[in-house]
């Protein structure tokens, strides 16, 4: 799950990590009042979605810029009317863009010099680490792979945080002067006990900054979350946008599904994300486009499976859909079951192939052929990639 | 020979007593796994499809002599019952619970590798040596007892390929789930170094996915380890990047674990390349052939 820059700010702030001073406006109104409230002689006003390179952005037929620096109350409300309810793109929108419902005033600091640091899980390491570079602002994958001695990581363990002396080792090496290593110290624990604390499963601060008074601030700040332990999260998981993400998606994670919209034609239900991908792949390998990835799980009853059906029926553009299930946990008779219930309650508007194999196929295939439901049956992979395609070709 | 597990292997289902514990414990009693009891706290004195229920993983091993566990314990306490059964001194722990939080599994992974338990999953279908013992979700028809090494990180997709393989004639040593999540307790390379050295098995088949870079890494140890015939394959070559596909591991971001820089790594190791998901068992096939 994702949360917005000043969302993310304010969970900082409350762990004790130095952020400068702000506050979000949905109105030009409210972002001069906001200016003035700041009192300082520049803010930043930057546009609130969930995607990052906002600074490079621009918004659709005009020349505002995701963010820009306000000298006056005014300035503040003329940036905030050219963001709001305009369409910004980033390198991370895509061409669509993504609408700003709010942006974020935020008083100036004097910078001295631009940093970098993130924490995550490190597969390989097996535990959390603090990367940091001294290639602030940066699009830091650009870097890892142009110069991956500029980056700089040390692990730590969860529930002892991040010792004094890896804060200091990384101040040292990223050329902080010795009178900021308490600063960097302070900064980077905090930082890291915040992660854990929130279950985080990335905290990127780009850039993190030296003031000319060689404190450290946050200036931007970018956090996810590790959706498997939102459970116990519960003020966290009111900080979801909705409004931020795709409806259908929003949907199914509702219903326990895992789905990503996509623009192809070919709605597809599979279980097991591997397979999922796989047979998103294979739609395409003979010449079909997918219109969504879509794991049911194992564990996804009637209900759930009828409400993924649903999902895919309300893309306009899906021409066809491909029921691929290879039975383990999941049950073919499940998904026979789910089929004709869909069929009685949704009803198919578009050509259905099934392919069951795994637990329980010989009955869920006696449940579909005794329904009477119209479905397209194949067997195996490429003869239900080669139906579905054709199905589609023909809608 | 096998890898893991065999006929002896000596098995307890942790969550045994609920539906999904209960439904996959019968799935392994009816292939003919040994499965000798069950854990769930406060349930001791029960029985659950005629196996005794014990209150702790240490109970059920004194009482039953159990060297493999099956977990089907709920997320929020499945990184709980991991720890119990490597402090019970179990051999082998087979999670194969799916959505635990990723820092709890942070927090288990020194403890199970400073012990002498083998961790496989979680988040995992388990681990089956067919006509001897399975361990897990996986539907046992599909597979026929042979000589080709199965691994994984995805159960469904592991499915299909075991079946491709059956269908022309070529059984399985021994098939492992490693897991679809970000830290899992064994790698491509834990599992690699075992079917190498395995006399029974005569071929390896594995799948990855995109996002990380555990398939990069298996790549280069089968370059320098490994003297069996490889076959691989990647799935997610089409997805779209940063966006994730249902497996927390199964996202990609800028140039890093991408399918293409995947398929490269393994086709500089001499691996075989299964085109698409449908050619996985013919990949195989050709890996075998070519080696003679």
Sequence with gaps: ?395 | MSILVNRDTRVICQGITGKVGEFHTRGCLEYGTRMVGGVTPGKAGETVVGLPVFNTVAEARDATGANATMIFVPPAFAADAILEAVGAGIELVIAITEGIPVLDMARVMPVVNASKSRLIGPNCPGVITPGQCKIGIMPGYIHTPGHVGVMSRSGTLTYEAVWQLTQLGHGQSTCVGLGGDPLVGSSFIDILTLFQADPDTHAILMMGEIGGSAEEEAAAFVKQHVTKPVAAFIAGRTAPPGKRMGHAGAIISGGKGTAEAKLEALRDAGIEIAESPADMGQAMVRAIKRRG
């Design chain 1, 1 to 395: 799950m994702k949360i917005h820059e000043y969302q993310a700010k304010d969970l900082l702030r409350a762990a004790g990590v130095p952020v400068l001073a702000g506050r979000v406006a949905r109105t030009p109104e409210e972002a001069a009042a906001a200016f003035t409230a700041l009192g300082t002689p520049v803010c930043a006003v930057k546009a609130q979605i969930h995607a990052g390179g906002r600074g490079k952005g621009q918004v659709i037929g005009s020349t505002q810029r995701g963010v820009e620096l306000a000298k006056t109350a005014d300035d503040a409300a003329r940036i905030a009317k050219g963001l709001l309810g305009n369409t910004l793109v980033t390198i991370q929108t895509g061409p669509e863009g993504q609408v700003v419902r709010q942006v974020f005033v935020e008083s100036g600091c004097a910078i001295d010099r631009e940093l970098y640091c993130a924490v995550l899980v490190d597969r390989r390491v097996g535990s959390p680490v603090l990367i940091a570079s001294t290639a602030g602002g940066m699009d830091i994958e650009e870097v890892a792979h142009n110069t991956p001695e500029l980056i700089l990581s040390e692990p730590f363990d969860p529930d002892r945080g991040l010792a004094g002396y890896q804060a200091r080792l990384l101040a040292a090496k990223l050329g902080l002067p010795t009178a900021s290593w308490r600063h960097a110290e302070a900064f980077f624990r905090k930082l890291c006990a915040a992660f854990v604390s929130l279950d985080a499963s990335l905290l990127e601060i780009n850039p993190l900054v030296l003031t000319k008074d060689g404190a450290l601030v946050a200036l931007d700040a970018k956090m996810t979350f590790d959706d498997n332990a939102l459970f116990r999260h519960k003020d966290v998981t009111a900080l979801r946008d909705e409004a931020e993400e795709e409806p259908a998606e929003t949907r199914a994670a509702a219903a326990g599904l895992s789905y990503v919209k996509l623009n192809g034609t070919i709605g597809c239900l599979v279980n097991g994300a591997g397979l999922a991908m796989s047979t998103m792949d294979l739609v395409k390998y003979h010449g079909g486009q997918p219109a969504n990835f879509l794991d049911v799980g194992g564990g996804a009853d009637v209900n759930q499976v009828t409400e993924a059906f649903r999902i895919i029926l309300s893309d306009p553009h899906v021409k066809a859909i491909l029921v691929n299930i290879f039975g383990g946990i999941m049950r073919c008779t499940t998904i026979a079951t789910a089929i004709v219930e869909a069929s009685k309650t949704v009803g198919f508007t578009v050509p259905l192939v099934v392919r069951l194999e795994g637990t329980e196929v010989e009955e869920g295939k006696k449940i579909l052929a005794n329904s009477g439901t119209a479905i397209i049956t194949a067997d195996g992979l490429t003869d239900a990639a080669k139906k579905v395609v054709a199905a589609a070709n023909a809608a």
